[in-house]
């Protein structure tokens, strides 16, 4: 995998443990301790994603993010240790396109940051074994045969897709699919997921149910 990070994080103990989660996963990492040095390295160096921490000497994150999205639209991922919805909220009006609260899995961040980059690729087709994913057609076939799903199944496949590796809950997926003004039952989830998984047939292993949780989607080789 060719794809570089720049991981901006103040705290060496820290930026040292991300480090080495993406370097174990086949990313190349540049690294900055401050705002200023982040923005020198980006300029510097072509770079695929950039982490960056948003309590920093000399230039927060915030400025770091609003310089870049001056004259890149670069996948971002915010670090906090604050969880104010505020700071959230300030993050993606500056363009940020996820925020993660410290403390947090460096394992979950390689795969969302995997996520974000598959998502920045603007794939139009997307191949899962023999399942094809047309998403500006919002088409799904199995082989050569095309499969009939709902809207709603359609968008519930792609977000389980998008979130590969990742533990989604009964109430996140209800959120994104079906809406915060929702207020039916959770079982709602169960029974799409369960269609869901008969129209895809075979390819339904990769949807694993995490028992007390939700649901993962995870292409195991």
């Known amino acids: 995998m060719n794809t570089t990070i720049l991981l901006v994080e103040d705290e060496v103990r820290m930026r040292e443990i991300v480090r080495d989660y993406f370097q174990a996963n086949g990313f190349k990492v540049i690294e900055a301790e401050n705002g200023a040095e982040a923005l ?22 915030w400025s770091v993010c609003r310089r870049v999205r001056k004259e890149s639209d670069i996948p971002i991922i915010m670090l906090t240790a604050r969880s104010e919805e505020d700071d959230q909220l300030m993050g993606f009006e500056l363009g940020a396109d996820e925020y993660v609260i410290k403390p947090f899995s460096p394992k979950v961040l390689v795969v969302r940051a995997r996520n974000i980059l598959k998502r920045a690729k603007g794939k139009e087709l997307q191949h899962i074994e023999d399942v094809t994913i047309d998403r500006q057609g919002q088409v799904v076939k199995i ?30 997926i209800l959120n994104q699919i079906w809406g915060y003004e929702y207020y039916g ?28 949780t939700g649901y993962k989607f995870e292409v195991l080789t």
Do not use: C, W
């Open 143 to 172: 082989g050569t045969e095309r499969v009939t799903l709902t809207p709603k199944e359609f968008e519930l496949l792609l977000y389980l897709v998008d979130n590969e590796g990742i533990v989604l809950s009964r109430e996140q």
């Open 185 to 212: 039952d959770e079982r709602v989830v169960d029974t799409h997921i369960k269609k869901l998984r008969k129209k895809i047939q075979k390819s339904a292993k990769h949807i694993h149910t995490v028992i007390g």
């Open 40 to 61: 020198e390295k980006f300029h510097m160096h072509p770079v695929d994603l950039i982490i960056l921490d948003i309590m920093m000497p000399e230039m927060d994150g």
